[in-house]
């Protein structure tokens, strides 16, 4: 006996260093991803998996709604080549090429990935300005010919006039923390930090921006900033939709040509309920939403969203400039489109690291951002994102560490790669949906800790604890299982007979609940509270038989003997009933019909053991006492009772303060039976219920004796006086008062009372 305790003894201990290390391993990277420790790596592999699912599902087709008029090499050709020369090009030819765009080919919308901060003095204006102004300035004729050719020097001028009656974008960049210079002028706000206070989101810090003329500016229809956010990887994922400067929020150039082709209708803040976070109101959630005009666009906690990259370079169509200047593009080409005017010149520096590719134009970035805000197809990194990853590596983690030391190396590879599986299809799966969940350090995670088991001799295995697992582990809690692994010897599924507590748990009025619920609402409501109720079984020792719709049938006393079955059953129910309190607050909230439970709960001697047919077994319980527990439980209601007691129950807790309800024949049985509605332990119930305790006993003693008018009047006072102790149990007694008096029993009558239904 002392050979087989050190043998077990040693086993576990052989057992502890892999569990506690494979639960370090597990913690370490759940700190990682709760933020209280960086892990570049992780940021690096997280960026990598991302672009790998983007370029999976991108669409890969050219968009035709958006064109991008491209200030390229040949645009930049001097005139003789049929370009235009260097950049910067004198604005009477831009004005040109506005007028080009939408006198010539009726485009819709113009937008300008390019910035215009300072005045085009390329005429000679500003020189003919100083004379008109100093040497020549009494000179009459030279005033009166200067006023007549100004207009055509003022290229800024002419420039700002074709914006006339057009949707015309104008680009503008903000400037990193640390340069505060402000050049040009910005465009309206959208939103002011009353609107949208700081405290709800996580801003990037801008103290200086540089702006277009105020000229031009105030000629456009709006503006946008052009700002991305690099990651740490040097790659462009992300575009912020919104940035705060001064107290002020200004939309990307994307957003504002989304916007104006909508109609330039108000932008709307919105929660994670999709709610309009209202001005001035204490909020203390996030904005998780824009809405543009009806298309709802999903931002972060720094307001920006994911590029909707539809593949690599020019999945857009491009047309030079020059030649969209020189007319040699057929009106079809354009008639009707989303115009971006920007640039694939390697020398003017607009060429970006992104997902899909190492030189990829910034303008082609934000015609990405137009249509995925047109077609709503803006990937969403949700708040609750990082902590369903924590809790995803908190969770797996934890079964992978705890479950695999007790696998069979098969068994052990197949579990993590099933879990493996299901963890990159659920976070593809999201994806598709438009949801973009973290993966790496998941990922990381059931890797390690596979491996780590892998390596710490994973093919030394307890057969007798697989065995006890497979038998035991669907009925009992893990810890239990445990337990019974001490000792496998003194287990098996055989039948035997014992005494047991059995219980059954049943939720009133179920049926008119699902009628009043959909399929899916339906299953998530059942889980809510089976879950909880099962833990309190788990918690107090119990064997689940069986989940029978929204009833649940458990026993105490076995596989383990249990000495005190009666009181863990009867703790159970009144756990559950606690649990039900807590369950009732949630469904309200959530809009969900709270429940009432019926609870029965019966010991006595059962066969217990593994019954069935030989197609299919279950280790259940069977005899007179399962029966009775059965019909306790639909009895509960008739009592107004949560819990109702058998005799032999009742018995085996000497210190319980119980109210003898009646006695009773159930269906199917001809011997009565008294039975019990538990108040609660010695020391746990209150003074009122010790009183109408009392008083009961006495009534229901003048009852049994057939003295009808003293059991009237003593359980007319229980109401009177203590309604709250028997409002159903009461007035039931009354109306089987008021029935015996015109009916009487006879000397026979034993008190009890026959139930003809279940």
């Known amino acids: 006996m002392m050979n087989r305790i050190d043998n077990v003894l040693l086993a576990l201990k052989k057992r502890l260093p892999r569990l506690g290390l494979g639960l370090i391993i597990a913690l370490l990277f759940a700190i990682q991803a709760g933020g209280w420790i960086s892990l570049p790596l992780m940021d690096r592999l997280d960026g990598i998996i991302y672009d790998v699912r983007l370029r999976l599902t991108a669409p890969g087709s050219v968009d035709p709604r958006v064109v991008i008029v491209d200030i390229d090499e040949n645009s930049l050709r001097e005139r003789e080549a049929g370009g235009e020369g260097r950049w910067p090009w004198p604005r009477d030819r831009l004005a040109l090429l506005v007028n080009r765009l939408n006198d010539d080919y009726n485009v819709s919308l113009v937008g300008f990935d390019v910035i215009f901060s300072e005045r085009d003095e390329s005429s000679g204006i500003r020189t003919m300005d100083q004379l008109a102004n100093s040497e020549l300035k009494n000179d009459a004729g030279f005033q009166s010919q200067y006023a007549r050719i100004k207009p055509l020097l003022d290229l800024d001028s002419q420039f700002a006039k074709s914006f006339k009656d057009r949707l015309i974008i104008l680009g503008y960049s903000f400037l990193n923390s640390g340069d505060q210079q402000k050049k040009g002028t910005l465009p309206p706000e959208v939103f002011t930090t009353a609107q949208i206070p700081l405290s709800i989101v996580d801003p990037m810090k801008r103290q200086g921006f540089t702006g277009n003329l105020a000229q031009l500016q105030n000629s456009a229809t709006d503006g946008g900033h052009i700002n991305p956010i690099v990651d740490h990887d040097g790659i462009l994922r992300r575009i912020p939709m919104l940035v705060e400067y001064e107290g002020k929020y200004y939309e990307s150039l994307g957003l504002a040509s989304a916007r104006a082709l909508l109609g330039s209708l108000p932008l709307k803040a919105l929660d994670g309920d999709g709610q309009e976070i209202a001005p001035n109101t204490n909020y203390f959630g996030a904005v998780e939403a824009l809405d543009v005009g009806g298309a709802i666009l999903p931002v972060d906690s720094q307001l920006a969203s994911y590029i909707p990259y539809r593949g690599p370079f020019k999945s857009f169509e ?10 040699k593009v057929p009106k079809e080409k354009l008639e009707g489109k989303i115009i971006l005017i920007g640039t694939t010149a390697p020398g003017l520096l607009d060429l970006r690291a992104t997902p899909v590719g190492n030189a990829y134009p910034g303008v082609e970035i934000h015609a990405n951002m137009i249509t995925g805000i047109l077609d709503g197809t803006i ?29 069979s190396p098969l068994l052990g590879t197949v579990f993590s790669l099933i879990t493996i599986a299901l963890v990159l299809s659920l976070n593809l799966y999201s994806y598709q949906q438009g949801i973009v969940l973290p993966l790496a350090s998941l990922l990381a995670t059931l890797l390690s800790v596979y491996l780590f088991n892998i390596a710490y001799g ?38 035997e007979s014992r005494e047991l507590t059995i219980l059954f748990s049943d939720v009133r009025g ?65 756990e559950m009933l606690k649990a039900m309190e807590l369950l009732n607050a949630q469904f309200i909230q959530k809009g969900w019909p709270p429940i009432k439970v019926g609870i029965g709960l019966n010991s006595g001697r059962v066969s217990v053991g593994n019954m069935g047919s030989e197609i299919r077994l279950a280790y259940t319980v069977m005899g007179d006492a399962v029966n009775l527990a059965s019909r306790l439980e639909g009895i509960t209601k008739e009592y107004g009772a949560a819990i109702i007691i058998g005799h032999d129950t009742r018995l085996q807790l000497p210190d319980l303060i119980a109210r003898e309800v009646d006695k009773v024949r159930v269906k199917g049985k001809d011997i009565p039976v008294q039975i019990y509605e538990p108040l609660g332990f010695d020391g746990t119930v209150s003074e009122e219920q010790l009183a109408a305790l009392a008083l009961f006993e006495n009534a229901l003693n003048a009852y049994r004796m057939q003295d009808w ?3 009237q009047s003593q359980f007319e006072h229980l109401m009177q006086h203590y309604p709250a102790t028997g409002e159903v149990l009461y007035p039931l007694y009354l109306e089987r008062i008021a029935h015996l008096r015109d009916n009487p029993p006879g000397a026979q009558w034993d008190g009890s009372f026959t139930f003809t239904k279940k």
């Open 318 to 327: 491009y047309i030079s400039a020059s030649d969209v200047l020189n007319k």
């Open 379 to 407: 990937k969403h990194a949700p708040l609750w994102a990082s902590a369903a990853n924590l809790a995803l590596i908190v969770v797996l983690g934890l079964v992978m560490a705890l479950v695999l030391p007790f696998l």
């Open 458 to 495: 994973y093919f030394v295995e307890s057969k007798n604890k697989r065995l006890i697992t497979g038998l035991f582990g669907q009925y009992v809690p893990p810890e239990l299982v445990d337990e019974m692994a001490q000792n496998p010897a003194n287990f098996n599924m055989e039948g």
């Open 510 to 574: 179920f049926t008119t609940i699902s009628e009043s619920l959909d399929a899916k609402t339906l299953s998530e409501f059942i889980n809510a509270f089976l879950t909880p109720f099962t833990q309190v079984i788990y918690d107090h020792r119990g064997t689940i038989d069986k989940y029978m719709g929204d009833c649940i049938m458990a026993f105490w006393g076995a596989p383990i003997k249990d000495e005190n079955h009666a009181r863990h059953g009867l703790q159970s129910a009144f």
């Open 709 to 711: 008018a003293t059991a």
